[in-house]
């Protein structure tokens, strides 16, 4: 009676509620990725990854819920065993795919997806996110994996707004913007004090910058919340001492790309949305016209100074 005890004890535990709500986070460079969806709304997530084939059963969300403290974020029940911890049993054989070819909004990082009799959309996107900032090379395991996230949405995507203009004597390409859900600022309501989320509602803006002084190619330049309040933020590409924890590489130069890009992932089980561009040469009348536009992205919040 222990060891059966012990092993149900093991078959819930690969029953999870979502952690954090956002387009989940299912699996780490995964590869030959596969998505079904019953009519009962349950997908089953198909991949290869740490040498095995993986079944993985996701359900129960859609959407997301606008910031509200206190209150929990949308968010999937995940069984890794395929169905076995919920159901004593694995789907994958005579599972009956309800889920059409995809019709949804095209999305950054997509592998696949599909769509509903009922409209709603479901996605698989892949990209990474735990890269270093400031240009560095991955040195720890986890921070140059590709992520697969999944989603399952109706309506409107998130709305990830971004501009570039100049800052300090106009050396410095400056990036401001903001990220709205349905017309709602996306943010939350605690951080760590080195920026990271501590509830289901925060969000990190990662920002790449392509053919940098960090080298060819796309490199993660920075990562930072948006604003509480607001959805707001702003970030200078200034020169950059590394971060406490970092490797002992001097002073990083300015990270002025080619282009940047920026990525967000998306509030409950909404996708992740990206913006990608390029920066100006400077411009007195457009930097006028983009002190006004700062003024009305901040609105009340004061955290972000109009350069």
């Not at 009676?1 to 979502?18: D, I, Q, Y």
């Not at 570039?164 to 951080?191: C, E, M």
């Not at 940047?260 to 992932?265: I, P």
Request: charged share 20%; glycine share 12%; with cysteine.
């Amino acid at each position: 009676m222990r060891r059966l005890a012990l092993v149900f004890g093991l078959l819930a535990a690969l029953v999870l509620p979502a952690g954090a709500g956002a387009s989940q986070l299912i699996a780490r460079d995964a590869k030959d990725v596969t998505l079904r969806v019953n009519a009962r709304g349950q997908a089953l997530v198909g991949y290869h990854a740490k040498g095995k084939r993986w079944t993985v059963l996701a359900w129960g969300a859609i959407n997301a819920r606008h910031p509200a403290p206190g209150q929990p974020q949308v968010a999937f029940r995940v069984d890794y065993s395929g169905g076995w911890a919920t159901y004593r049993r694995t789907l994958a054989r005579g599972f009956r795919n309800a889920c059409r070819p995809y019709t949804g909004p095209t999305l950054a990082w997509f592998v696949t997806g599909c769509t509903m009799p009922d409209g709603s959309h479901w996605a698989l996107q892949a990209w990474q996110r735990g890269l270093p900032n400031l240009g560095l090379d991955p040195w720890k395991p986890l921070q140059g994996s590709v992520e697969l996230r999944l989603s399952h949405w109706t309506g409107e995507l998130p709305k990830l707004e971004i501009w570039t203009n100049w800052a300090y004597s106009k050396r410095f390409d400056h990036l401001f913007g903001r990220i709205t859900y349905l017309g709602q600022p996306v943010y939350g309501f605690l951080a760590s004090s080195k920026g990271v989320p501590g509830d289901a509602f925060g969000r990190n803006v990662y920002v790449d910058t392509f053919n940098s002084a960090y080298g060819p190619g796309w490199k993660r330049e920075n990562s930072f919340l948006s604003h509480r309040g607001t959805g707001a933020f702003c970030y200078g590409l200034y020169p950059h001492d590394p971060y406490p924890g970092y490797p002992a590489v001097g002073r990083r130069p300015p990270g002025k790309g080619e282009r940047y890009r920026a990525t967000v992932v998306g509030p409950g089980v909404v996708p992740d949305v990206s913006w990608e561009g390029a920066p100006a040469a400077y411009d007195e009348a457009l930097d006028r016209q983009l002190l006004d536009t700062q003024r009305a992205v901040y609105g009340p919040d004061t955290r972000c100074k109009p350069l």
